[in-house]
């Protein structure tokens, strides 16, 4: 990435008081001739002219080694070495090493080495490296190696490794390698290694390999590392996505653990209360027993697991007011003919009595109920089971309600 006038002048509010322009970051950079209004102390028998003590309002000379200090602003042809303290802006046509520190930006052809400190904006027409701080932005026309800290933006032509804090993004064309914390995003055109951490969104174009962090979702061609977000997805998952829901192509060597997990590839391992694959099986359970009288539940069945999320009716007694309860399953099942199968499931209940608690019974409870089911397929959208086992019911609060066995019955749809 290279510099050009346009770019600097848009951004550094008081350059036009140098009478100076930078001009595209390269080996041999003429800067136009600027008023030069400052004491030094030079040696003109080197080539370039060098000034080790520069001391007025506008600066312009060909090369600095020692100490700069200006009113308004100081313009370097050639490289910068040491410190350099201007109001407005330090400008070096090559490099620029050592402590710059301004109020408006800090502007290097090439490298800027050390600490820059500016009001606005750091600029590197090549690389940045060290610490530069900034209220608007750190800019490195190939990359930002070290501390990069901005209250907006850091952005890399290319790579960028370290640490970069900014307040709104760091975004890098190519990898990052280090610490990247964004107020809303990081975003990587290459691979990522490292810790991500936003909280909106994280996006890797290539690999993420190391943890990427968000508060909304994080996004990578392949994630070898570990995703956690609300929402988090990879086209190869071989790594650990961790949210609420994870969703990903090709997971083979990886594994999703969320409240939803869904995959395109039959093969992913997922652990979740939700997984969906392209052979899993949705349907729809429709049965009464003696603990709910009426249930109606959707069942994802996956090769021999499937979980279950329903909601039924009285589970008190039928003498006793309305009484609601939702609950959540998960099992195996084995085949035993094309249309037979034994299914084992453990179950949690939530009871909501509603008016029973006037009649001395807890508001709410909760039951665990493992089962032991039979299920025969009639055909290929309609099948029934009858299923037996054990409830415990308990209040929240620990105390015990009852405990007794369960028996239920009911059809399978689709």
């Given at each position: 990435m290279?510099?050009?006038?346009?770019?600097?002048?848009?951004?550094?509010a008081?350059?036009?008081?140098t009478?100076?322009?930078?001009?595209?970051a390269?080996?041999?950079?003429?800067?136009?001739?600027?008023?030069?209004?400052?004491?030094?102390?030079t040696?003109?028998?080197?080539d370039?002219?060098?000034?080790y003590?520069?001391?007025g309002f506008?600066?312009?000379?060909?090369?600095?080694?020692?100490?700069?200090i200006?009113?308004?602003s100081?313009?370097?042809?050639?490289t910068?070495?040491?410190?350099?303290?201007?109001?407005i802006?330090?400008?070096?046509?090559?490099?620029?090493?050592?402590?710059?520190?301004?109020s408006i930006?800090?502007?290097?052809?090439?490298?800027?080495?050390?600490?820059?400190?500016?009001?606005?904006m750091?600029?590197?027409?090549?690389?940045?490296?060290?610490v530069?701080?900034?209220?608007?932005?750190?800019?490195?026309?190939?990359?930002?190696?070290g501390?990069?800290m901005?209250?907006?933006i850091?952005?890399?032509?290319?790579?960028?490794?370290?640490i970069?804090?900014?307040g709104?993004?760091?975004i890098?064309r190519?990898d990052?390698?280090g610490?990247?914390?964004g107020?809303?995003?990081?975003?990587?055109g290459?691979?990522?290694?490292?810790?991500?951490i936003?909280?909106?969104?994280?996006?890797?174009?290539k690999?993420?390999?190391?943890?990427?962090l968000a508060?909304l979702g994080?996004?990578?061609v392949?994630n070898?590392g570990?995703?956690?977000?609300?929402?988090?997805?990879?086209e190869k998952n071989?790594?650990?996505?961790?949210?609420v829901?994870?969703f990903n192509?090709?997971?083979?060597?990886?594994?999703?653990?969320g409240?939803v997990?869904?995959?395109?590839?039959?093969?992913?391992?997922?652990?979740g209360?939700?997984?969906?694959?392209?052979?899993t099986?949705?349907?729809?359970?429709?049965?009464?027993?003696?603990a709910?009288?009426?249930?109606?539940?959707?069942?994802?069945?996956?090769r021999?697991?499937y979980?279950q999320?329903?909601?039924?009716?009285?589970?008190?007694?039928m003498?006793?007011?309305?009484?609601?309860?939702?609950?959540?399953r998960?099992?195996?099942?084995l085949?035993?003919?094309?249309r037979?199968?034994?299914?084992?499931?453990?179950?949690?209940?939530?009871?909501?009595?509603?008016d029973?608690?006037?009649?001395?019974i807890?508001?709410?409870?909760?039951a665990?109920q493992p089962?032991?089911s039979l299920?025969?397929?009639?055909?290929?959208?309609?099948g029934?089971?009858?299923?037996?086992?054990?409830?415990?019911?308990?209040t929240?609060?620990?105390?015990?309600?009852?405990?007794?066995?369960?028996?239920?019955?009911g059809?399978?749809l689709?």
């Open positions: 290279k510099l050009n006038k346009r770019t600097i002048a848009w951004f550094l008081g350059s036009f008081l009478g100076t322009f930078p001009l595209q390269q080996k041999q950079i003429t800067l136009k001739k600027g008023p030069n209004i400052s004491m030094n102390i040696n003109r028998h080197k370039p002219k060098r000034t003590l520069n001391i506008l600066s312009h000379f060909p090369q600095l080694n020692g100490i700069g200006n009113v308004i100081s313009t370097v042809q050639g910068a070495s040491g410190l350099q303290i201007s109001g802006t330090n400008i070096s046509g090559l490099s620029a090493s050592g402590v710059i520190l301004s930006a800090n502007v290097s052809g090439e490298n800027l080495n050390g600490l820059a400190v500016s009001g606005l750091n600029i590197s027409g090549k690389k940045a490296n060290g530069q701080i900034s209220a608007l932005g750190n800019i490195g026309g190939n990359s930002l190696n501390l990069s901005s209250a907006l850091n952005l890399s032509g290319k790579d960028a490794k370290g970069q804090i900014g709104l993004a760091n890098n190519n990052q390698k610490i990247a914390i107020g809303l995003m990081n975003a990587n290459g691979d990522s290694k490292g810790l991500h936003t909280s909106l969104l994280n996006v890797t174009a690999t993420s390999r190391g943890v990427q508060g994080n996004v990578s392949t070898q570990l995703q956690l977000a609300c929402a988090n997805y990879s071989k790594g650990l996505q961790l949210g829901a994870n192509n090709q997971g083979k060597s990886g594994l999703q653990i409240i997990n869904v995959s395109t590839d039959s093969t992913a391992h997922q652990w209360c939700i997984n969906l694959k392209p052979h099986r949705t349907q729809l359970l429709i049965s009464g027993g003696n709910n009288k009426f249930n109606l539940a959707v069942r994802f069945k996956n021999y697991t979980t999320f329903g909601a039924g009716a009285y589970y008190l007694d003498n006793q007011d309305f009484s609601l309860s939702g609950f959540y998960a099992g195996v099942y085949p035993i003919t094309p037979l199968s034994v299914n084992g499931d453990l179950g949690y209940y939530h009871i909501e009595t509603f029973n608690k006037n009649a001395g807890p508001a709410r409870m909760y665990i089962r032991i299920e025969y397929q009639i055909m290929k959208c309609l029934m089971f009858v299923a037996g086992g054990y409830n415990w019911t308990r929240y609060q620990g105390e015990k309600y009852e405990n007794k066995t369960v028996f239920e019955a059809i399978i689709f």
